[in-house]
């Protein structure tokens, strides 16, 4: 049955309630007045039908305050056409909110996979205001994601290179400028999207330049180091070539020949040393060696450079085993006391040392009485090429790359270097080794 129908037999059964009840009424009175039964049901029914129609309005009332509201409370309860009404439209507005909720889910869910990017990423609407932007962009373009929404972009990145960029309508290629403050480096690639809306996506490419830059240097340095002796050389041979020399000095120049030769083949040894550690997996931490070898053969090695100027002493490592690679190790070992021994003028002391270290680490030491470093230089000397004093390594057949070498080898073997040193007076390099990487010789006898 319909409501229309249910609702008009309900009215239609109280206005003949009415209008027995009126005639029932019209009958007791007639008696004492001129009211009869007919009178008395037409008033009844008239009663009756005012009753249900102002019931109908309060109920009618209540929903419309309820739906003039927030909303928030749960609707009028009721029976009937009012109930039934309350019940359909609050049911609607649940649905509804529950869509919106789920859009709204799906909504942050998309926006928090994009904040996940590790790029910046920007929506920009026709009029290139600012509609969302995720934290890494924010940061990228030093703005506040919040603050700065509905902004006009331009407004806020003022990189003469980007505003062009987004006003000229190419966006074929990202453009690079500097990011806010000049500290960084950025890449911004631009997307048209939608009805004139556009998607900026940004990259900050500081380390890439960073490792150009340092991969641009490195080949001017090469080129630089290996171009020196190269025209030296070239210089001899059109002295031998073009000079009639006397046997003395044509040994003479073969011999300064042979330095520069050998001061080349010592550079390009240290980079393929150095080439072989960046490329190569790190040494295995279950190889181990015995350090008192390593550290023998390197102290052999540098008496022999020596030739009796120095007096060069070594102290402890027998008992101990270092696991990783003997041939970078030493090879680390060779480099600290090569420069010992470059460093320290004639009859200068070089000793050498392994420490066992408090969290069970050790390290190989290497202390001189050489002409020691200024400490505005420490921190720089492990970089490829750098030299406190150039004329000096160069002259002792130095190559700019042994602390580099070393330091890859210590960090290889997840150690790392320390120097302490003071003008004048020496130098201590320490190679730090973990207490993973080393162990004594009797605790594996004791195993
Ligand atoms: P080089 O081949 O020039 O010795 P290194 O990388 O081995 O290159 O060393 C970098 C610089 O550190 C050297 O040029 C030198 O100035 C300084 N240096 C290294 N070891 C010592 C030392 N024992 N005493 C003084 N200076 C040192």
Same mark, same amino acid.
């Given at each position: 049955?319909?409501?229309?129908?249910?609702?008009?037999?309900?009215?239609?059964?109280?206005?003949?309630?009415? !209008?027995?009840?009126?005639?029932?009424? *019209?009958?007791?009175?007639?008696?004492?007045?001129?009211?009869?039964?007919?009178?008395?049901?037409?008033?009844?029914?008239?009663?009756?039908? +005012?009753?249900?129609?102002?019931?109908? !309005?309060?109920?009618?009332?209540?929903?419309?305050?309820?739906?003039?509201?927030?909303?928030?409370?749960?609707?009028?309860?009721?029976?009937?056409?009012? *109930?039934?009404?309350?019940?359909? @439209?609050?049911?609607?507005? /649940?649905?509804?909110?529950?869509?919106?909720?789920?859009?709204?889910?799906?909504?942050?869910?998309?926006?928090?996979?994009?904040? $996940?990017?590790?790029?910046? @990423?920007?929506?920009?609407?026709?009029?290139?205001?600012?509609?969302?932007?995720?934290?890494? $962009?924010?940061?990228?373009?030093?703005?506040?994601?919040?603050?700065? /929404?509905?902004?006009?972009?331009?407004?806020?990145?003022?990189?003469?290179?980007?505003?062009?960029?987004?006003?000229?309508?190419?966006?074929?290629?990202?453009?690079?400028?500097?990011?806010?403050?000049?500290?960084?480096?950025?890449?911004?690639?631009?997307?048209?999207?939608?009805?004139? &809306?556009?998607?900026?996506?940004?990259?900050?490419?500081? #380390?890439?330049?960073? =490792?150009?830059?340092?991969?641009?240097?490195?080949? #001017?340095?090469?080129?630089?180091?290996?171009? +020196?002796?190269?025209?030296?050389?070239?210089?001899?041979?059109?002295?031998?070539?073009?000079?009639?020399?006397?046997?003395?000095?044509?040994?003479?120049?073969?011999?300064?020949?042979?330095?520069? !030769?050998?001061?080349?083949?010592?550079?390009?040894?240290?980079?393929?040393?150095?080439?072989?550690?960046?490329?190569?997996?790190?040494?295995?931490?279950?190889?181990?060696?015995?350090?008192?070898?390593?550290?023998?053969? #390197?102290?052999?090695? $540098?008496? %022999?450079?020596?030739?009796?100027?120095?007096?060069?002493?070594?102290?402890?490592?027998?008992?101990?085993?270092?696991?990783?690679?003997?041939?970078?190790?030493?090879?680390? @070992?060779?480099? &600290?006391?090569?420069?010992?021994?470059?460093?320290?003028?004639?009859?200068?002391?070089?000793?050498?040392?392994?420490?066992?270290?408090?969290?069970?680490?050790?390290?190989?030491?290497?202390?001189?009485?050489?002409?020691?470093?200024?400490?505005?230089?420490?921190?720089?000397?492990?970089?490829?090429?750098?030299?406190?004093?150039?004329? /000096?390594?160069?002259?002792? *057949?130095? =190559?700019?790359? %042994?602390?580099?070498?070393?330091?890859?080898? #210590?960090?290889?073997?997840?150690?790392?270097?320390?120097?302490?040193?003071?003008?004048?007076?020496?130098?201590?390099?320490?190679?730090?080794?973990?207490?993973?990487?080393?162990?004594?010789?009797?605790? @594996?006898?004791?195993?």
């Amino acid at each position: 049955m319909g409501w229309w129908l249910a609702r008009t037999l309900g009215v239609l059964f109280l206005v003949l309630l009415g !209008a027995v009840c009126g005639a029932f009424v *019209g009958s007791v009175l007639q008696k004492f007045s001129a009211v009869g039964p007919l009178i008395g049901a037409l008033f009844g029914s008239l009663l009756a039908l +005012t009753l249900a129609l102002l019931r109908d !309005a309060w109920r009618g009332q209540a929903l419309m305050n309820w739906l003039r509201g927030p909303l928030t409370t749960p609707a009028p309860r009721d029976s009937g056409f009012w *109930g039934e009404m309350a019940y359909r @439209v609050e049911k609607a507005l /649940r649905v509804r909110e529950l869509g919106t909720q789920r859009e709204s889910e799906r909504l942050a869910q998309f926006l928090s996979a994009i904040e $996940a990017s590790p790029n910046g @990423v920007m929506l920009l609407d026709s009029g290139d205001q600012i509609e969302w932007c995720n934290s890494v $962009a924010a940061e990228h373009f030093g703005l506040d994601p919040e603050r700065d /929404r509905r902004q006009r972009v331009t407004n806020l990145v003022r990189s003469p290179a980007f505003v062009a960029h987004l006003q000229g309508g190419r966006f074929e290629e990202p453009v690079e400028f500097a990011g806010p403050l000049g500290r960084s480096s950025l890449s911004v690639l631009v997307r048209p999207y939608g009805d004139g &809306l556009r998607l900026v996506l940004s990259q900050d490419i500081t #380390a890439r330049e960073r =490792t150009e830059a340092m991969r641009r240097d490195f080949v #001017a340095n090469v080129s630089h180091e290996i171009r +020196t002796p190269l025209t030296v050389l070239a210089g001899f041979v059109e002295t031998l070539t073009q000079l009639p020399l006397s046997e003395p000095e044509r040994q003479r120049v073969l011999q300064l020949m042979g330095q520069q !030769a050998e001061r080349m083949q010592a550079l390009v040894g240290d980079l393929l040393t150095l080439a072989r550690l960046e490329g190569s997996p790190r040494p295995a931490p279950d190889r181990w060696y015995r350090m008192g070898e390593v550290m023998q053969q #390197a102290r052999r090695d $540098a008496e %022999g450079l020596s030739a009796g100027r120095h007096t060069i002493s070594s102290e402890g490592g027998e008992d101990v085993e270092v696991a990783g690679s003997d041939a970078e190790l030493y090879s680390a @070992v060779a480099n &600290l006391l090569n420069n010992a021994v470059r460093y320290t003028p004639e009859g200068g002391l070089i000793h050498l040392r392994w420490v066992w270290r408090d969290d069970g680490g050790g390290e190989i030491e290497v202390q001189d009485t050489g002409i020691g470093i200024a400490r505005e230089h420490l921190s720089r000397l492990t970089e490829r090429f750098y030299r406190v004093d150039g004329s /000096r390594s160069r002259d002792t *057949g130095g =190559t700019g790359l %042994g602390l580099s070498i070393v330091k890859h080898v #210590a960090q290889r073997h997840g150690g790392e270097i320390e120097v302490s040193s003071e003008p004048g007076k020496g130098s201590c390099f320490r190679l730090v080794l973990p207490a993973l990487r080393v162990r004594r010789v009797r605790e @594996v006898l004791a195993a």
